[in-house]
């Protein structure tokens, strides 16, 4: 049982360059998050999804689409990569939206 | 407008004292509060929540609804306890609940 994965787990990108970062979950789980961490700032929530097809934006959405075309992934995708964005990035799942959350283990993320 | 405050970044304790983490909420509705903890090298994970109302590790919280807090607190604090602790709320959101977090304290026990 992997419960969730992300990847890559490190990745350099340069500005105006665009990617997708993965995240998948094997425990059935309806909601999931996005996340990204910097110093000082905890976590903050980028976009979020109660199930399948439904996507809503969190606290830090610009820059950042996401789709969910299945219940076991979440990607995340930067359009234009922006410096402002080299951060920590974490995905989540819980069993519905108001349950404990199940993290992954993080993309670190670079942007120069 | 910040709707978990966590006012203290880094708190640092002796093994053996008592140890309090702070953390305040704004919302309006019923909350849905979490403790979690983040050790080093590992996957930041749940250590507890109100409704639960359990200890985890010795820890316990209690939610002040009049002072709006849910403060973290352990009476002898161990070395093991070392780690960033964070403060959640789940709010409603257009979409569902959403869970916000705190900026996140980091406790270091001293031996």
């Known amino acids: 049982n992997a419960g969730v994965t992300q990847t890559p787990k490190f990745q350099v990108l340069k500005t105006g360059q665009s990617m997708t970062l993965q995240c998948a979950q094997d425990?059935?789980?309806?909601?999931m998050s996005w996340y990204r961490q910097d110093p000082g700032m905890g976590l903050r929530l980028i976009h979020y999804s109660v199930g399948a097809g439904i996507t809503d934006q969190g606290e830090v959405p610009n820059g950042y689409n996401v789709s969910r075309s299945t219940t076991e992934d979440f990607p995340l995708r930067l359009l234009s990569a922006a410096p402002s964005q080299t951060s920590v990035y974490f995905c989540?799942?819980?069993?519905?939206?108001?349950?404990?959350?199940?993290f992954g283990d993080g993309t670190r993320l670079s942007i120069l | 407008a910040q709707r978990v405050t966590q006012p203290e970044k880094l708190l640092s304790v002796f093994k053996g004292a008592p140890v309090e983490l702070k953390c305040n909420y704004s919302y309006s509705g019923s909350p849905e509060l979490f403790w979690y903890v983040q050790y080093s090298r590992q996957r930041l994970q749940l250590l507890l929540r109100h409704i639960s109302r359990e200890s985890i590790k010795g820890f316990t919280a209690d939610l002040n609804k009049g002072e709006t807090s849910f403060h973290l607190k352990k009476p002898f604090a161990q070395e093991e306890d070392s780690a960033m602790y964070y403060c959640a709320l789940s709010e409603r959101g257009t979409g569902g609940f959403k869970t916000i977090f705190g900026a996140g304290t980091r406790l270091f026990v001293k031996a």
């Open positions: 989540a799942s819980s069993l519905s939206d108001d349950q404990p959350q199940h």
């Open positions: 425990m059935n789980h309806e909601y």
